[in-house]
């Protein structure tokens, strides 16, 4: 019931945000579209890429990106959005980060759409190895959870984590596997692979395209989701009941 209400506002959420616009949530399309071309056009001419190849790859990051960038730039601001409701009503806190990660997940099925175009225009072979992509997302989602939460509760305490937050993640976009393939790169080049989110995109990206994620990615990103739930579950033992003091 919890689960199912913590939906229901992540989406009136998002209808909330284009109240009274035309077009309503569908810019989040339009705006990811513009942005895909944009950066297409713009990078594969100074990179010199075949057109063919990388724009499926870089339209399928970009739109991982949005996914992970807006819920780790949002992470720090999960509790103190909803400050109110809980400083007076009694409900899990898991709840509030379930609407805020299902806000962005909303966000990612509108811009699938691009995915869909990009990948039919482009006649992208679809193999079997497409289906890896479901797990892929769910390590990607579950990693996202604790991210938010943990965040969330950080940001409750120390409020200028969201400003620290909001001025790296420009540095995190060049050095993540967006706009450039990380199997491409010089050797000299692996620095990329220090980034944790390297793996998120790999993980989602290789399947659509066809490919299979390596063994090592997906050792990577279980054992960073092990780790993180751990040091989650010790800090909200530790400190979680505190929360509604610091919000």
């Known amino acids: 019931m919890l689960l199912n209400n913590a939906l229901y506002l992540a989406w009136a959420d998002t209808k909330a945000r284009y109240k009274k616009s035309v077009l309503g949530p569908l810019w989040l399309t339009l705006s990811s579209m513009v942005g895909v071309l944009g950066l297409g056009l713009v990078w594969g001419t100074l990179l ?14 970009l739109i991982i990106w ?14 103190i959005r909803q400050s109110s409701v809980i400083r007076n009503v009694s409900i899990p806190h898991w709840f509030f980060v379930i609407r805020a990660l299902a806000r962005h997940v909303i966000n990612l099925a509108h811009n699938l759409v691009i995915v869909l175009i990009v990948v039919l225009y482009f006649n992208v072979e679809l193999t079997l190895n497409a289906l890896l992509v479901i797990p892929g997302f769910l390590l990607v989602l579950a990693n996202l959870f ?17 400003y620290l937050i909001s001025s790296f993640l420009p540095l995190l976009f060049f050095i993540s596997p967006v706009v ?15 980034n944790p989110l390297s793996y998120f995109i790999e993980v989602i990206r290789k399947p659509i395209l066809g490919e299979v994620p390596d063994a090592k990615t997906y050792v ?3 054992g960073i989701l092990a780790v993180g739930c751990l040091v989650t579950y ?4 530790l400190r979680g009941h505190r929360l509604s003091f610091w919000v």
């Open 48 to 61: 010199e890429e075949d057109m063919n190849t990388f724009v499926p790859s870089l339209s399928i990051g």
């Open 66 to 79: 949005f996914l992970i960038s807006g819920a780790v730039g949002d992470g720090a601001t999960t509790f």
């Open 146 to 162: 604790w991210i938010t939460f943990f965040l969330g509760m950080v940001g409750a305490r120390y409020r200028d984590l969201e």
């Open 180 to 194: 450039f393939r990380a199997d491409r790169l010089p050797e000299n080049m692996n620095i990329i692979w220090l």
């Open 220 to 222: 990577i990103v279980v």
């Open 234 to 237: 010790l800090f909200y033992r």
